[in-house]
């Protein structure tokens, strides 16, 4: 018996949220690992602010692409907060509200998960030259030194950040006004990148609640407190809510602003229309 069909005899799970929960899980952590360790090529010299965002972007490509047909690739609670305001995580407030907390969760334990692989690279001769302040920014988001930017000014940066973020996911996956395609999950690390090059350097443009969290829990235990209270200089202090809150605000007012602006006024389909796209689709015309 091949090893496929033992796996789907023997370990196949049925329970939707727990699938759901591997799935987010699975892509979380490729996301985290590509992503941090990206971030580490600086210990051996000078990278530029296109490779950073390039492997984030990346990242976030590979992430949805492995768990897209296991929980529609979230990897991100900006996009599920939105999920939840639009009624896909279940019929409800209470499945959606059970929806939430399995993907969020399910998210964070696998960024947290995909930092500790990514120390486990890298430790060693790799940190022997670096204070904590700077192993901390290798895995969490930190403002650089470079933008002075005062409180507002990182948590606005945040949320419009995001905001685009989710205008462009709502957008490339809305079937009136795009047909599917298997290259959206590539489509959305481009656009990640996009806003990475564009706002990554006044805080590090996380733009996911859970890619900076995870991390940054990971780097208290390794790093220690500094991880979450801060130093000068580095990860500013108490820098660590801006990314935690700033882009949930950002993906819900970017979901709302596609619908408020585009979706919300499409005209309904006929039926012989619909039926015309349904085949086009299924044979890939």
């Not at 890619?211 to 407190?225: C, K, T, Y």
């Not at 602003?257 to 796209?277: Q, T």
Request: charged content about 15%.
């Amino acid at each position: 018996m091949a090893i496929e069909e033992i796996a789907r005899k023997f370990l196949k799970i049925r329970r939707k949220r727990v699938r759901q929960f591997l799935s987010e899980l699975f892509g979380s952590f490729l996301l985290a690992v590509i992503g941090i360790a990206g971030s580490h090529q600086g210990i051996y010299g000078e990278t530029s602010s296109v490779h950073g965002a390039l492997c984030g972007g990346l990242g976030v490509a590979i992430g949805i692409y492995a768990s897209l047909g296991g929980s529609g690739g979230h990897v991100n609670p900006a996009v599920t907060i939105y999920a939840v305001l639009a009624g896909r995580l279940g019929n409800g407030f209470k499945e959606n509200l059970c929806g939430f907390l399995v993907y969020v969760s399910a998210q964070i334990i696998g960024m947290f998960l995909g930092a500790a692989v990514v120390y486990g690279v890298f430790d060693g001769q790799s940190y022997e030259h670096l204070e904590n302040g700077d192993l901390i920014c290798l895995y969490a988001t930190c403002p650089t030194e470079e933008f002075q930017l005062s409180t507002g000014e990182m948590f606005f940066d945040q949320i419009v950040g995001t905001l685009i973020l989710l205008i462009f996911i709502e957008a490339i996956i809305d079937d009136k006004n795009l047909k599917p395609n298997p290259m959206n999950p590539l489509l959305i690390g481009l656009c990640a990148t996009a806003v990475g090059l564009a706002f990554g350097n006044h805080g590090g443009g996380a733009i996911n609640p859970s890619r900076d969290l995870g991390p940054r829990l990971f780097a208290s235990l390794a790093f220690g407190a500094e991880a979450f209270t801060g130093e000068e200089g580095f990860n500013s202090e108490y820098f660590f809510w801006i990314p935690l809150l700033a882009p949930m605000i950002g993906g819900a007012l970017g979901g709302c602003s596609y619908l408020l602006f585009i979706k919300a006024h499409w005209e309904e389909r006929e039926k012989n229309e619909k039926d015309e796209l349904d085949i086009e689709e299924e044979f890939g015309l």
